[in-house]
């Protein structure tokens, strides 16, 4: 098993920053990747960002490129997500998910374990 706590959410105007935080704990030589995805108010849930755990290869959903950086720190199982130029519509809640096996990047399903999500709210 993997556990999986976010934090870092929080309330900033837009235009501003924030950086979430994805801890992992027990079997962590397991994990294959970590992505955040999020889910705003009356939306889906949607694919944000992932790293790779031991490569760092990264990939972006179009609506954050060139905006959010994804990172990870493996000495301390963490991985990062920088979010700047933050606008309204990235308010949701930001959950850290981790997979153990090859598969659709993109698709919530193929990620074994989950955070519980950290909130972020852009305000206007």
């Known amino acids: 098993q993997v556990q999986l706590v976010e934090s870092g959410g929080g309330l900033v105007q837009a235009g501003g920053s924030l950086r979430l935080s994805c801890a992992a704990s027990?079997?962590?030589?397991?994990?294959?990747?970590v992505a955040w995805f999020r889910q705003g108010p009356g939306k889906e849930r949607e694919f944000v960002a992932t790293?790779?755990?031991?490569?760092?290869?990264?990939d972006y959903a179009d609506s954050v490129k060139g905006r959010f950086t994804i990172s990870r720190d493996n000495a301390k199982n963490t991985v990062f997500l920088q979010m700047d130029s933050l606008r309204p519509e990235d308010t949701a809640v930001y959950y850290c998910?981790?997979?153990?096996?090859?598969?659709?990047?993109?698709?919530?399903?193929?990620?074994?374990?989950w955070g519980q999500g950290t909130q972020v709210t852009v305000s206007s």
């Open positions: 998910a981790a997979r153990n096996r090859l598969g659709n990047v993109y698709v919530g399903a193929n990620y074994a374990y």
């Open positions: 027990g079997r962590t030589f397991s994990i294959y990747a």
């Open positions: 790293i790779s755990w031991n490569g760092g290869n990264t």
